[in-house]
């Protein structure tokens, strides 16, 4: 990825998950080649990482570095951290909240205790600023996106697609299936970081009332 930065590529999102856990401690340790590692960005199929470009010889190094990492690995994803968890008050009122319910077969108020029962892991962000993809959750909620998306979906609505749990940062439209909504905010410029959701670290849904 020119001369300051190299992209792994690996099959899957679990393949993401298991190296970006292995990579991000070489990369706060510092030594060797990692020192000059700036930033460790995951998404669905790849890992990027970026150098701070003092060495041109750094991308070949890197890339040498993270093929001994990945032929270490076993594929094991590594269990959730609770070194970073962040609370999310939802009120659950979502106007997909119904369909949710018939398409799990689960009641409303299953579904909330599904969604709020277990840590969710920020894989990866994207589509929006703040936006963080959210994976581990209950396997009985994974379902389908809307077949209609919506042409303007409310900041901070929360909802499901497939495998994924998120927030949205702002209005935007979406297809996401709408579980309800929170007041946390995502992206604040003035914050540093902005994002709130980064990944590794793990989001628990509590209940604010507004369930039905």
């Known amino acids: 990825m020119g001369g300051h930065a190299v992209l792994v590529e690996v099959a899957d999102l679990a393949a993401v998950l298991v190296l970006e856990a292995a990579l991000r401690p070489r990369v706060l340790t510092g030594e060797g080649v ?8 995951p998404a669905a199929r790849t890992v990027l990482l970026t150098t701070d470009g003092s060495d041109p010889a ?9 093929r001994g990492v990945a032929a270490s690995l076993d594929g094991s994803a590594p269990p959730p951290s609770e070194g970073e968890v962040v609370t999310v008050p939802v009120r659950y009122d979502g106007e997909d909240l119904d369909e949710v319910a018939d398409r799990t077969g689960l009641s409303v108020a299953e ?8 840590g969710w892991r920020v894989a990866f962000g994207g589509f929006a600023p703040g936006f ?13 996106r809307r077949s209609s998306p919506r042409a303007s979906v409310p900041a901070g609505s929360v909802g499901l697609a497939g495998e ?14 709408l579980l309800g909504r929170t007041d946390v905010v ?18 628990r849904f509590v209940d604010a009332g507004g369930s039905g």
């Open 34 to 41: 990692w020192a000059r590692v700036t930033d460790v960005v």
């Open 58 to 66: 750094d991308p070949a190094a890197l890339g040498e570095a993270v």
């Open 111 to 118: 579904v909330v205790a599904a969604h709020t029962g277990t």
């Open 132 to 144: 963080a993809y959210l994976v581990g959750g209950d396997p009985r909620l994974r379902v389908p």
């Open 164 to 177: 994924f749990s998120g927030v949205y940062p702002r209005s935007s439209p979406g297809g996401w299936q």
């Open 186 to 203: 995502l992206w604040d410029e003035r914050r540093d970081p902005p994002a709130l959701l980064r990944p590794g670290s793990v989001v």
